[in-house]
Structure formats: C-alpha cells, structure tokens
C-alpha cells in the first residue's frame, strides 16, 4: 500500500511500479470536475477508472475488501475519506467472496488494521492481497467524490 498528496507526486514517481505511474499520470491529465460518476476506459479491461459520488460512513458500516486480479489506486476529489487497511496476513474473516464476478472479497471482521486518511488530491494505492476499507468518515459522515483506478496484475508483472 502506498500513499502520498498530489503536489509531491514527481518526487514519488520512481517508487511507483511503471503501470501504476502511467495511472497516475492519466489521472492529472484528466478534467475530474466535469467527468460523470461512471467506468471510463483507459487501456480496456487493463486499465479502467470508475468515478465515484457517495458518502463515508462509520467504519463499523464499512466492509473490508480484498482483490486478486486488480490493482486500486484510490484518489479523492473532493471530501474526506479514511481508508482502513491490513496486512493480507492479518487474521480476517470472509464475509462473500465474489472473485469470479467482481474480484471480490468481502471480509466479516478483519484485525490489525490501520489507517490512512485522504483530503483532496490524495491518494492511495493498494495492490492485489492488499486488505482496504475505503469511504469511512473521519468524524461524522459525509459526502466525498472520488476516482478508482484498476490496473490488472498482468501489467504489474503478476
């Protein structure tokens, strides 16, 4: 998992594998105040961005998800959002699992997380096995604008 502001991002970019550079450079190139809540395509099934309007809620409302096949780079817009994490080796629980429809999993109870928070022009990176519980409100909850990048794990070299 990783994590950084927008304004720091040049300084950042050797740390970040190629295909999760190329992500974030599409995602400064594009007018995320005029794009629609919606899946725009970036590179076909292999890289695709999905904007989202929605609210935080209580992280007790919240369930933690995992990937197999996607990377997710989470970058906020607008708001604020904490986002839970874990180590994949912390002890979890699977609530649904939904790899074969969505590369999915929801997890019941998920222990030792921490967590990261997120104001505008943040971001937040977490790679296939990667634990997160995105959109918890810090304080009270409240709405938030956002764009979810998924890079595929065959561009990460998976």
């Known amino acids: 998992m990783f994590c950084s502001r927008y304004d720091i991002w040049k300084q950042e970019l050797l740390l970040y594998p190629k295909a999760v550079n190329q992500a974030l450079f599409h995602i400064a190139k594009m007018n995320l105040d005029q794009l629609a809540p919606g899946e725009y395509a ?3 099934e292999l890289v695709y961005a999905s904007v989202k309007e929605t609210h935080t809620k ?3 409302l ?6 197999r096949t996607y990377t997710d780079i989470h970058y ?3 708001g604020t959002e904490v986002i839970r994490f874990a180590p994949v080796t912390a002890p979890a629980v699977v609530a649904e699992e939904h790899f074969a429809t969505r590369d999915c999993a929801l ?3 998920v222990e030792d997380e921490s967590q990261v928070l997120l104001g505008p022009g943040s971001f ?4 296939p096995g990667d634990i997160h519980r995105p959109c918890c409100s810090l304080e009270k909850d409240l709405p938030i604008r956002k764009v979810v990048v998924k890079i595929h794990k ?4 998976y």
Request: glycine share 8%.
């Open 62 to 67: 919240q369930k933690p998800e995992v990937h």
């Open 107 to 109: 997890y019941e109870r």
């Open 42 to 44: 970036i590179n076909g």
């Open 154 to 157: 065959s561009l990460l070299g």
């Open 124 to 127: 937040a990176v977490f790679f």
């Open 76 to 78: 906020l817009i607008e």
């Open 58 to 60: 209580h992280w007790t």
